[in-house]
């Protein structure tokens, strides 16, 4: 039988985030975010969950959005970063495909290749409202606007900027930005899009007339404090594997690479199947939750490339081939994140393709 190491992404959670998330502002439409492999989840089958709801996708990179295409996805699809080269927009064109613009260089080539545009284009130019990793000075929202709505075959123009501190409700950097964006949009009439997931739930004044939900749409809060909104999520995957081996473990002995846990009393150990190469953290540490037949208990030593070892000394009925969940509904990833010294956001999109992804409805 085939190593136990599975991914079961539940579809429905994910289109029920999507509306919770258009149900925060509405009226407004939202862009689901798919980069990376819809954050690990499987970017064309959720992609094709969400197809009768959805009012655009979002990726990172035309090498995405493709993928998406040759899979039939007919749906708008922005590429969050824009072309890379000048050569991407004859793709761009063909595939009709929405573009951010970030950057003067992309401007001047945008400038020159309109002419040859054969569809209508849709353009969402980035501000830098304080973030300071992509976008314009937002004194020149209405300069940028002016010139890149007077392109032939340029359609809709939206302003778009992004939050640095969004998931951090008490700090007062994100209000800073709303006003910025909003001081630059002074004369200037399109639409906007300003709020990522934490945006979505935490700051209302920041909606706009798009939304770019990504991480919420998996499930996880990317809050450390409790949030009403979050409180709603559903998680979209279930990572679960299996106990491989059971040994007796006598008390001053210890287990995996580097003795970083030892017995302190005889302990019953347990293998499970799943490591670093399945894109488990291995910096997880001693005491990192998981579920046993959807019993609590904790990792105990490192995590190595195929396996990790956890602590069975108060679950006596545990055996080779039970479940261990490492995430999902009744574990939040958002509870594990911390344990590995990371964020929900990079536990589920390092899965490593060795990882079976099951889809359930």
């Not at 964006?181 to 706009?208: R, Y």
């Amino acid at each position: 039988m085939a190593r136990n190491a599975v991914a079961t992404v539940h579809l429905s959670a994910i289109r029920h985030n999507y509306r919770l998330a258009k149900a925060q502002a509405p009226g407004a439409k939202a862009a689901a975010i798919i980069k990376a492999n819809a954050y690990g989840h499987g970017a064309i089958p959720v992609a094709r969950a969400l197809a009768a709801d959805v009012d655009a996708f979002g990726v990172a990179c035309i090498e995405e959005a493709l993928e998406l295409r040759a899979a039939g996805i007919s749906q708008p699809i922005l590429l969050l970063e824009g072309f890379f080269h000048a050569d991407e927009l004859p793709l761009i064109d063909q595939h009709q495909l929405w573009t951010a613009l970030h950057t003067d260089e992309q401007l001047t080539a945008l400038c020159a290749y309109a002419p040859q545009l054969r569809h209508p284009l849709n353009v969402w130019i980035k501000l830098d409202s304080g973030m300071h990793r992509l976008g314009f000075a937002p004194d020149r929202a209405a300069e940028l606007q002016a010139t890149v709505s007077a392109l032939p075959q340029v359609a809709e123009v939206v302003l778009m900027t992004h939050f640095a501190r969004s998931d951090e409700p008490e700090e007062a950097q994100t209000v800073e930005q709303i006003t910025r964006f909003n001081t630059a949009l002074e004369g200037v009439d399109v639409p906007v899009s300003l709020s990522n997931s934490a945006g979505v739930m935490a700051w209302p004044a920041a909606h706009g007339q798009w939304l770019r939900p990504g991480m919420m749409l998996y499930g996880a809060t990317p809050f450390m404090s409790a949030n009403a909104v979050a409180d709603q999520l559903q998680a979209g995957m279930t990572l679960t594997s299996e106990i491989i081996a059971v040994r007796d473990v006598p008390a001053g002995e210890a287990v995996g690479y580097g003795a970083t846990f030892t017995c302190d009393t005889p302990r019953r150990i347990g293998t499970v199947a799943m490591g670093y190469g399945d894109g488990y953290p291995r910096h997880a540490k001693n005491g990192t939750p998981v579920l046993v037949n959807g019993q609590r208990t904790a990792l105990a030593g490192r995590v190595s490339m195929d396996m990790l070892t956890i602590d069975l000394t108060h679950l006596p009925e545990a055996k080779v081939g039970d479940t261990v969940t490492l995430w999902g509904p009744a574990l939040p990833a958002a509870e594990v994140a911390p344990w590995c010294d990371t964020i929900p956001y990079t536990l589920v999109t390092c899965l490593t393709p060795r990882v079976k992804r099951v889809y359930q409805e």
